[in-house]
């Protein structure tokens, strides 16, 4: 079992940055390809970004692109998120996940293990 955990969510200003962190107990992140994702209140959980497993790969949801980035830090075991230029509709609950699958999704059905997510809210 992989044990995910988010952290640095929280309640910003748009415009404004939150980089998020996602680690795990028990075993190397280096072994998955991994990914965020997000869900807003009445909405379906949506993909953000992925990153392969030698971190040499990445995918980012079309909404989010040049303003986040995903990258990993394998000594770290940990996995980041960097969000800049926030907006409004960036507001939601942001989970890690860790995949094994060979290569990099976007479909959340692909990953097999969710961390229980970190509450980002962006105020107008």
């Known amino acids: 079992q992989v044990q995910l955990v988010e952290s640095g969510g929280g309640l910003v200003q748009a415009g404004g940055s939150l980089r998020l962190s996602c680690t795990a107990s028990?075993?190397?992140?280096?072994?998955?390809?991994m990914g965020w994702f997000r869900q807003a209140p009445g909405k379906e959980r949506e993909f953000v970004a992925a990153i392969s497993r030698s971190g040499g790969g990445t995918i980012d949801a079309d909404s989010v692109k040049g303003r986040f980035t995903i990258s990993r830090d394998s000594a770290q075991n940990t996995v980041y998120l960097q969000m800049n230029d926030l907006k409004p509709e960036d507001t939601a609950v942001y989970y890690c996940?860790?995949?094994?699958?060979?290569?990099?999704?976007?479909?959340?059905?692909?990953?097999?293990?969710w961390g229980p997510g970190t509450q980002v809210t962006v105020s107008s």
């Open positions: 996940a860790a995949s094994r699958v060979t290569t990099m999704s976007v479909q959340d059905r692909r990953y097999d293990y």
């Open positions: 028990g075993r190397t992140l280096s072994n998955y390809n």
